[in-house]
């Protein structure tokens, strides 16, 4: 089964980095693509990023420039480094597999922007 695990999160002042892992386990057949999501408090979940595993990427309008997502399909993880940092980024991030025939969530991490 898969399971996805991210890390990473926390308290960031604005203008400041962060890094997110996401660690998958299990077996992945196939192409699939690997996301990133954000949900912050009473508003839908929103795309952010996204990276085949051919390496092709989008972004989000929103964070084009300041966000940048990367995998390693041997280690079998995909992370989200993000740079200059707004409050309105805060929000719970979700990372996010997808195949042809699944798809799965990892439990979220809270990346919360504040001075």
């Known amino acids: 089964q898969v399971q996805l695990v991210e890390s990473g999160g926390g308290l960031v002042q604005p203008g400041g980095s962060l890094r997110l892992s996401c660690l998958v386990s299990?077996?992945?057949?196939?192409?699939?693509?690997m996301g990133w999501y954000r949900q912050a408090r009473g508003m839908q979940r929103e795309f952010v990023a996204r990276?085949?595993?051919?390496?092709?990427?989008n972004y989000a309008d929103s964070v084009k420039g300041r966000f940048t997502i990367s995998g390693d399909n041997a280690k079998s993880t995909a992370d989200l480094q993000m740079n200059s940092l707004k409050p309105e980024d805060t929000a719970v991030y979700y990372c996010?597999?997808?195949?042809?025939?699944?798809?799965?969530w990892g439990q979220g991490t809270q990346v919360t922007v504040s001075s």
């Open positions: 996010n597999l997808r195949t042809s025939t699944s798809a799965f």
């Open positions: 299990g077996n992945i057949f196939g192409i699939y693509v």
């Open positions: 990276i085949t595993n051919g390496g092709i990427t």
